[in-house]
């Protein structure tokens, strides 16, 4: 159906009629985009059904990664391209009259997670798949994904989004594979053979039904899956009619949203049966598909490995030994081998208030056996700490999985796993030198590196298609299946007809996203200008505050002095804030309160613009990064685990203002101080200063005329009609001695931008620099990320 145009238009017309019984005539983008859909889903369904049984003949290990984050975004065009086939469709459509991009426009992101986290996941699958490695992803539905941010009087307002609204062309709901999960209840010992045994009594059980959506490889045969669970209720044979709603709505609540509120009980428990739920789900069903290949349990990690994408799946671990345990009947030392040779761990952050726990008294009710199992390892763990450190009950104490009354999730998480990544270099060296550093001195061999990446298929090809036309005319088109090979480019940066063209390339996505912001937030931005952006989740390390105070003192200087000599700048910002998280709210708030009155001041003739786009998601991000010049990746030192927005805009190539954290110090390595813009503290600056104390960011404020005028404009009524309203944020930099270090670092900052203003002036020098960016991206691409995950954590191998 997709061998020529011919063919394709003759099925597609065919389909929409027999579909919908409406000729071409009456039909709707909407109607185009589901039957295109279905179309793709039909063409793959073969070699989905081959790869699975070429994994089965194969007999060879197979991988499934779980993560309570999966944020795919749009997979219409994504899949054409992967497929090859997006010419041959294009090309027939136009001839229907109808435009491609018009009917992506439809498809609602998939918007199953909160940032790179989730992003990730989304990237490792797209490279699994092009590698034809046996790879699977196991996620929750969520009906109503994170939220939809809406920006109404500069406030950040939450919807539900409705993703699912019109159904899901995608998914494949297999109700004969659901699953049951127990929740509360009791557990009841009893004697079999000679040996204790354990049976859930009373349990409330929902039923999880898994909807498998085709991950489709690039150039390849190859379609691995993601299996996405909806929480439904297992049976309302309850007797009493409130009962029945109550137990619906609660079994409903756990596939509606990501990350509920957690402020108050309900929510912990709502968010632990989501990750229970999650981890449940998927360990029944990976076990039931090894039972159908092979007999013996015991060989079960020669044949899986389970990865977990951060803390949240965790109790993938008690809940494998659990079934190993209680269906299986192994001994405790059979099942704790299985276990922690089967689960991989990768830790995403060193934010302490980020590190997980739950109190007994919420965990052990909802999940009675799983808490024994984990006294049960906890207590072996902590026996075999004290006899290599007898006496040191601190020790102890600090690494137990329960102290306390908690249950320390990461800990868990160390203990019962295999392998344990950071996700940059000094992220880990973080992890083994301070974080987790006990933990490294007892299990050293577990703790390595794998930076992460990003699919250049999605974030280059698909995002960006003219300076992926360039590329290919330039270097050829192997970088595509070798990203490496991207460092071609590096020959062609003295070549002008090659600048000129990446110039005019940049230029056309920056007038394309002008337009993007004319449409949504009426701002007329000026495309000749530098496009500064910052877009990435709110957070205080993040620090889209310092970036917002070097606004204001950008505007404080124009306003001074009219005539300054700067290159006009259009700052653009995207983020959503946590709904509970109110700090963050008022930055967002903050930032569009600068953005009113810069963007309405005549008097400084346009040379800055600040711009808020709404609802920041996968969608939006692939507008922006093609158009940005300057890409902000700002956070304090030692904050930032890796980051993945700063890789799409180098890969894009935009130039880097940076601290050295995460994977920019990856990124200034590969090319150099020259084709940076590096700033402010380092990360062990940082860190000692945390420890040894002497930071007082009032001396910042007093000594500097510039800081204490931007900080005295959130209070004085420089902000119309805005009251008290950024109170919180003078009081975190003055009252709460400025955590992140934003007075600290803002000198430099300062000074960085006008080396930026200045290179920018010397565009040849500024597209060298572009050009050494892009030919080092390749790098970051997600296939290098995962490859090092196949070889040396999960030793899976390719299918062919
Ligand atoms: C890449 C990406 C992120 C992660 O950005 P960071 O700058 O690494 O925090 C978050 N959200 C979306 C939509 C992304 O595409």
Same mark, same amino acid.
């Given at each position: 159906?997709?061998?020529?145009?011919?063919?394709?238009?003759?099925?597609?017309?065919?389909?929409?009629?027999?579909?919908?019984?409406?000729?071409?005539?009456?039909?709707?983008?909407?109607?185009?985009?589901?039957?295109?859909?279905?179309?793709?889903?039909?063409?793959?369904?073969?070699?989905?059904?081959?790869?699975?049984?070429?994994?089965?003949?194969?007999?060879?290990? &197979?991988?499934?990664?779980?993560?309570?984050?999966?944020?795919?975004?749009?997979?219409?065009?994504?899949?054409?391209?992967?497929?090859?086939?997006?010419?041959?469709?294009?090309?027939?459509?136009?001839?229907?009259?109808?435009?491609?991009?018009?009917?992506?426009?439809?498809?609602?992101?998939?918007?199953?997670?909160?940032?790179?986290? $989730?992003?990730?996941?989304?990237?490792?699958?797209?490279?699994?798949?092009?590698?034809?490695?046996?790879?699977?992803?196991? $996620?929750?539905?969520?009906?109503?994904?994170?939220?939809?941010?809406?920006?109404? +009087?500069?406030?950040?307002?939450?919807?539900?989004?409705?993703?699912?609204?019109?159904?899901?062309?995608?998914?494949?709901?297999?109700?004969?594979?659901?699953? +049951?999960?127990?929740?509360?209840?009791?557990?009841?010992?009893?004697?079999?053979?000679?040996?204790?045994?354990?049976?859930?009594?009373?349990?409330?059980?929902?039923?999880?039904?898994?909807?498998?959506?085709?991950?489709?490889?690039?150039?390849?045969?190859?379609?691995?899956?993601?299996?996405?669970?909806?929480?439904?209720?297992?049976?309302?044979?309850?007797?009493?009619?409130?009962?029945?709603?109550?137990?619906?709505?609660?079994?409903?609540?756990?596939?509606?949203?990501?990350?509920?509120? #957690?402020?108050?009980?309900?929510?912990? *428990?709502?968010?632990?049966?989501?990750?229970?739920?999650?981890?449940?789900?998927?360990?029944?069903?990976?076990?039931?598909?090894?039972?159908?290949?092979?007999?013996?349990?015991?060989?079960?990690? &020669?044949?899986?490995? !389970?990865? !977990?994408?951060?803390?949240?799946?965790?109790?993938?671990?008690?809940?494998?030994?659990?079934?190993?345990? #209680?269906?299986?009947?192994?001994?405790?030392?059979?099942?704790?081998?299985?276990?922690?040779?089967?689960?991989?761990?990768?830790?995403?952050?060193?934010?302490?208030?980020?590190?997980?726990?739950?109190?007994?008294?919420?965990?052990?009710?909802?999940?009675?056996?799983?808490?024994?199992?984990? &006294?049960?390892?906890?207590?072996?763990?902590?026996?075999?700490?004290?006899?290599?450190?007898?006496?040191?009950?601190?020790?102890?104490?600090?690494?137990?999985? !329960?102290?306390?009354?908690?249950?320390?999730?990461?800990?868990?998480?160390?203990?019962?796993?295999?392998?344990?990544?950071?996700?940059?270099? *000094?992220?880990?060296?973080?992890?083994?030198?301070?974080?987790?550093?006990?933990?490294?001195?007892?299990?050293?061999?577990?703790?390595?590196?794998?930076?992460?990446?990003?699919?250049?298929?999605?974030?280059?090809?698909?995002?960006?298609?003219?300076?992926?036309?360039?590329?290919?005319?330039? *270097? $050829?088109?192997?970088?595509?299946?070798?990203? +490496?090979?991207?460092?071609?480019?590096?020959?062609?940066?003295?070549?002008?007809?090659?600048?000129?063209?990446?110039?005019?390339?940049?230029?056309?996505?920056? !007038?394309?996203?002008?337009?993007?912001?004319?449409?949504?937030?009426?701002?007329?931005?000026?495309?000749?200008?530098?496009?500064?952006?910052?877009?990435?989740?709110?957070?205080?390390?993040?620090?889209?505050?310092?970036?917002?105070?070097?606004?204001?003192?950008?505007?404080?200087?124009?306003?001074?002095?009219?005539?300054?000599?700067?290159?006009?700048?259009?700052?653009?910002?995207?983020?959503?804030?946590?709904?509970?998280?109110?700090?963050?709210?008022?930055?967002?708030?903050?930032?569009?309160?600068?953005?009113?009155?810069?963007?309405?001041?005549?008097?400084?003739?346009?040379?800055?613009?600040?711009?808020?786009?709404?609802?920041?998601?996968?969608?939006?991000?692939?507008?922006?990064?093609?158009?940005?010049?300057?890409?902000? &990746?700002?956070?304090?030192?030692?904050?930032?685990?890796? $980051?993945?927005?700063?890789?799409?805009?180098?890969?894009?190539?935009?130039?880097?203002?940076?601290?050295?954290?995460?994977?920019?110090?990856?990124?200034?390595?590969?090319?150099?101080? +020259?084709?940076?813009?590096?700033?402010?503290?380092?990360?062990?600056?940082?860190? #000692?200063?945390?420890?040894?104390?002497?930071?007082?960011?009032?001396?910042?404020?007093?000594?500097?005329?510039?800081?204490?005028?931007?900080?005295?404009?959130?209070?004085?009524?420089?902000?119309?009609?805005?009251?008290?309203?950024?109170?919180?944020?003078?009081?975190?930099?003055?009252?709460?001695?400025?955590?992140?270090?934003?007075?600290?670092?803002?000198?430099?900052?300062?000074?960085?931008?006008?080396?930026?203003?200045?290179?920018?002036?010397?565009?040849?020098?500024?597209?060298?620099?572009?050009?050494?960016?892009?030919?080092?991206?390749?790098?970051?691409?997600?296939?290098?990320?995962?490859?090092?995950?196949?070889?040396?954590?999960?030793?899976?191998?390719?299918?062919?």
């Amino acid at each position: 159906m997709f061998t020529n145009k011919e063919a394709f238009k003759t099925y597609f017309l065919q389909k929409l009629e027999m579909t919908y019984g409406k000729t071409f005539e009456d039909s709707t983008s909407s109607d185009h985009f589901q039957i295109l859909g279905h179309m793709i889903r039909e063409y793959v369904s073969t070699n989905w059904i081959n790869t699975n049984e070429a994994y089965r003949r194969n007999q060879g290990k &197979q991988v499934y990664y779980l993560s309570i984050e999966f944020l795919l975004g749009r997979l219409l065009y994504h899949n054409l391209i992967n497929l090859g086939i997006e010419k041959v469709v294009t090309e027939g459509l136009n001839e229907l009259g109808i435009n491609l991009r018009d009917i992506e426009e439809i498809e609602h992101d998939a918007g199953l997670g909160n940032g790179g986290l $989730g992003r990730l996941a989304a990237c490792f699958l797209d490279s699994l798949a092009t590698l034809n490695l046996p790879g699977h992803g196991f $996620g929750i539905r969520y009906k109503h994904g994170l939220f939809e941010q809406r920006i109404v +009087d500069g406030y950040q307002i939450e919807l539900p989004e409705q993703w699912l609204k019109h159904g899901q062309v995608w998914e494949v709901r297999k109700e004969d594979l659901a699953v +049951d999960i127990q929740f509360w209840g009791n557990i009841d010992m009893y004697e079999k053979d000679g040996k204790l045994q354990f049976r859930h009594l009373n349990a409330e059980t929902v039923t999880a039904v898994p909807h498998d959506v085709p991950v489709i490889g690039y150039d390849t045969t190859t379609v691995n899956t993601l299996r996405l669970w909806n929480a439904e209720p297992a049976s309302l044979l309850a007797k009493d009619v409130n009962d029945i709603m109550r137990y619906k709505r609660e079994t409903e609540k756990i596939s509606e949203f990501l990350y509920p509120d #957690d402020a108050n009980d309900e929510g912990k *428990i709502l968010r632990l049966k989501q990750q229970y739920f999650l981890v449940s789900s998927s360990l029944q069903s990976i076990i039931k598909n090894y039972k159908q290949q092979y007999k013996d349990i015991r060989n079960f990690h &020669q044949h899986i490995s !389970i990865h !977990i994408n951060d803390t949240h799946p965790v109790l993938a671990i008690p809940e494998l030994m659990r079934i190993l345990l #209680d269906n299986e009947e192994l001994s405790w030392e059979e099942a704790w081998e299985i276990t922690k040779n089967t689960i991989s761990y990768t830790n995403h952050t060193t934010l302490s208030e980020a590190l997980e726990k739950w109190p007994i008294y919420l965990f052990q009710p909802l999940l009675p056996r799983i808490y024994m199992i984990i &006294q049960e390892i906890n207590e072996r763990f902590c026996n075999e700490l004290w006899d290599k450190h007898p006496g040191d009950f601190h020790k102890i104490e600090n690494m137990a999985i !329960i102290a306390h009354g908690m249950v320390k999730m990461a800990h868990l998480a160390l203990v019962g796993s295999y392998s344990v990544n950071g996700v940059a270099e *000094i992220h880990t060296e973080i992890l083994k030198k301070r974080e987790m550093s006990d933990f490294y001195q007892v299990f050293p061999e577990k703790f390595n590196n794998k930076t992460n990446g990003i699919t250049h298929r999605r974030w280059l090809i698909k995002a960006n298609p003219k300076l992926t036309q360039l590329v290919t005319d330039t *270097i $050829g088109s192997e970088w595509i299946y070798q990203p +490496d090979q991207l460092n071609k480019l590096l020959l062609f940066q003295q070549d002008n007809g090659f600048l000129q063209q990446l110039a005019s390339i940049k230029q056309e996505n920056k !007038i394309h996203l002008a337009e993007i912001i004319k449409e949504s937030n009426g701002i007329t931005v000026d495309p000749t200008s530098i496009f500064d952006v910052q877009v990435k989740r709110l957070h205080a390390y993040k620090r889209q505050l310092l970036n917002v105070l070097h606004i204001m003192h950008l505007y404080n200087r124009l306003k001074e002095n009219p005539t300054l000599d700067i290159t006009p700048r259009t700052f653009i910002f995207g983020a959503k804030a946590s709904p509970g998280y109110y700090y963050a709210k008022k930055i967002i708030k903050l930032i569009n309160a600068v953005a009113d009155k810069v963007n309405n001041d005549k008097t400084i003739q346009d040379k800055i613009k600040v711009v808020f786009l709404e609802n920041y998601r996968v969608s939006l991000a692939e507008h922006i990064f093609p158009a940005a010049d300057v890409s902000e &990746q700002i956070s304090t030192a030692s904050k930032e685990a890796s $980051g993945t927005g700063n890789m799409k805009f180098m890969m894009n190539g935009a130039l880097t203002v940076g601290t050295l954290d995460g994977a920019n110090i990856e990124m200034r390595d590969l090319v150099g101080d +020259d084709n940076i813009f590096i700033f402010g503290m380092n990360a062990d600056e940082v860190l #000692d200063l945390y420890q040894h104390g002497g930071y007082r960011s009032t001396e910042y404020y007093h000594h500097d005329k510039r800081i204490k005028e931007v900080v005295d404009q959130l209070k004085n009524g420089f902000f119309h009609d805005t009251n008290n309203e950024f109170d919180p944020i003078f009081d975190s930099l003055l009252i709460e001695n400025d955590q992140y270090f934003v007075l600290k670092d803002f000198h430099s900052y300062e000074n960085i931008h006008q080396v930026v203003d200045q290179t920018y002036k010397n565009q040849q020098k500024w597209l060298q620099m572009c050009t050494v960016n892009i030919a080092k991206s390749g790098h970051f691409s997600s296939d290098r990320t995962i490859k090092e995950y196949a070889d040396e954590i999960w030793k899976i191998k390719s299918n062919f």
